[in-house]
């Protein structure tokens, strides 16, 4: 099967910039998350879709992080305007909700991001 | 609060010895837990889960983890490390079933020495 899709894969931008980050799913996945991982750490949980809606984004800085799945396939991830400190990959995983595998999640190789 | 904690940054082993690499948790209630493995500039790769049954778990590329109720650990085993394994492993867990939160440690760094 095929497996997540994220774009872009790398990106620099200068700071007080916006950027737009987009994940596929695989297909007939109904969860999504993306998450945040700064150099040296674990991957921390931004938000987390399921079907087109949400189900946890207590740890999206709303204040300029924003997120959308609207037709419950896709996914963006937005921020504006960026940070120094949001320099990061951000990883986009899927999970299915049926057959054996229903808690085993699938992960985009990420997309870099810069911010100088 | 973490439900996984991993203890150690970095782990050195020879190649051909055996490795671990340390997970406990805090998940109340009945733990899902998982072990992932992330090569550089890749995103994680799935090697094995415990939800329920055997305590010895067993997983891709020779790798098994033992899950330990008493100890509230999982660790990560492989009887013969290969340099290939040098990778950043994290322990991972989902609490509860369906649409829930799955959550990571903050990794261990394998280095497997030739």
């Known amino acids: 099967e095929a497996g997540v899709a994220q774009s872009p894969r790398y990106k620099i931008i200068e700071k007080r910039q916006s950027v737009a980050f987009w994940c596929n799913p695989i297909?007939?996945?109904?969860?999504l998350y993306w998450y945040q991982q700064i150099l040296g750490q674990g991957p921390k949980l931004l938000i987390q879709?399921?079907?087109?809606?949400?189900?946890?984004d207590s740890q999206l800085p709303k204040d300029r992080f924003s997120a959308e799945r609207l037709k419950g396939v896709d996914s963006t991830l937005k921020i504006q305007p960026a940070k120094l400190e949001d320099s990061a990959v951000y990883l986009c995983?899927?999970?299915?909700?049926?057959?054996?595998?229903?808690?085993?999640?699938?992960f985009g190789q990420g997309t870099r991001l810069t911010v100088v | 609060a973490q439900s996984v904690a991993q203890p150690e940054d970095q782990v050195n082993v020879a190649e051909g010895n055996p490795l671990t690499v340390k997970c406990t948790y805090s998940?109340?209630?009945?733990?899902?837990l998982f072990w992932y493995v992330q090569y550089p500039n890749r995103g994680l790769q799935f090697l094995l889960k415990?939800?329920?049954?055997?305590?010895l778990v067993k997983g891709s590329y020779g790798f098994e983890a033992e899950f330990n109720k008493s100890q509230t650990s999982f660790h990560l085993k492989k009887p013969s490390a290969l340099v290939s394994d040098s990778a950043l492993y994290f322990c991972?867990?989902?609490?509860?079933?369906?649409?829930?939160?799955?959550?990571f440690g903050k990794g261990t760094k394998l280095s497997v020495i030739p």
């Open positions: 995983a899927s999970r299915s909700l049926r057959g054996s595998k229903n808690t085993e999640a699938f």
């Open positions: 297909s007939g996945h109904a969860t």
């Open positions: 879709f399921q079907n087109n809606g949400v189900v946890d």
């Open positions: 998940v109340s209630g009945n733990p899902y």
């Open positions: 991972g867990s989902l609490e509860g079933a369906g649409s829930y939160q799955l959550t």
């Open positions: 415990y939800i329920t049954g055997d305590n």
